[in-house]
């Protein structure tokens, strides 16, 4: 039975509107759990990240080991990472979130860090003056002043995850990397294809809202900037 000359689907066309029309809900659902994976690996980063580089910068020599093991973490492929946690976590969400964030780790603590550490020691000498404690000091005055190097960091982990997500399909939890995989395996063309060009929009819009965030957060780097051209 050959395919009518409007069947996308039946001819495996790269593009294909029928294809969004008949799997809405599948890539919905793949979308929502992209987006779900992506903020709460991002999110458990941050947390740990900031009290990683507050003691590497408050105690020095802490610096260097931070820094060199979040490196390494860094540098071990996906797949052998996934396979490291999986006695821990199993087959579940959890093993790729954990995965997301010890990748997270080494572009946040490293930003944050460098933010901390260009604050100048004139302004955090004026606030001692003005009877800031260290607690007061951190949050009033060096992590609002480390707000740029530190967003630039989490952009950065952002898009990083939103790829890395795609990866958590081996266990069954990648978001549209699930769609992508079996897409492959069966040579689903617009599969292939929808839940790619999904995840670049994922990652682009990610990126534009962090940036828009970064600048309502930090207006005096717009006055530096305008000043400076």
């Not at 919905?28 to 779900?36: E, G, M, T």
């Not at 709460?40 to 900031?50: C, E, K, Q």
């Not at 003691?55 to 093991?69: I, K, M, Q, T, Y």
């Not at 490293?110 to 933010?115: D, K, P, S, T």
Request: charged share 10%; hydrophobic share 55%.
């Amino acid at each position: 039975m050959t395919a009518t000359p409007d069947d996308c689907l039946a001819r495996n066309e790269w593009i294909c509107g029928e294809y969004l029309s008949t799997r809405r809900e599948i890539l919905w659902d793949a979308v929502l759990q992209h987006l779900q994976l992506t903020a709460v690996s991002v999110f458990l980063g941050l947390v740990i990240a900031v009290p990683l580089a507050v003691a590497a910068r408050r105690w020095r020599w802490s610096a260097a080991p931070v820094l060199g093991v979040t490196t390494i973490l860094y540098t071990i492929p996906s797949l052998a990472m996934f396979s490291l946690l999986l006695p821990v976590y199993g087959l579940s969400a959890s093993l790729v979130v954990a995965g997301l964030v010890l990748y997270s780790l080494t572009l946040l603590v490293r930003n944050i860090l460098a933010g901390l550490r260009a604050v100048p020691e004139e302004t955090r000498q004026a606030a001692r003056g003005m009877g800031y404690g260290p607690v007061r000091l951190l949050l009033a005055v060096e992590l609002p002043l480390a707000l740029p190097a530190a967003m630039a960091g989490l952009r950065i982990a952002t898009v990083s995850a939103v790829s890395l997500v795609t990866i958590g399909a081996i266990v069954g939890y990648g978001g549209l990397g699930n769609l992508i995989y079996s897409g492959m395996n069966t040579y689903f063309k617009a599969q292939v294809l929808t839940a790619s060009l999904l995840c670049v929009v994922i990652a682009v819009a990610a990126d534009v809202l962090l940036l828009l965030v970064q600048r309502l957060a930090t207006p005096w780097t717009r006055g530096t900037r305008g000043a400076a051209a």
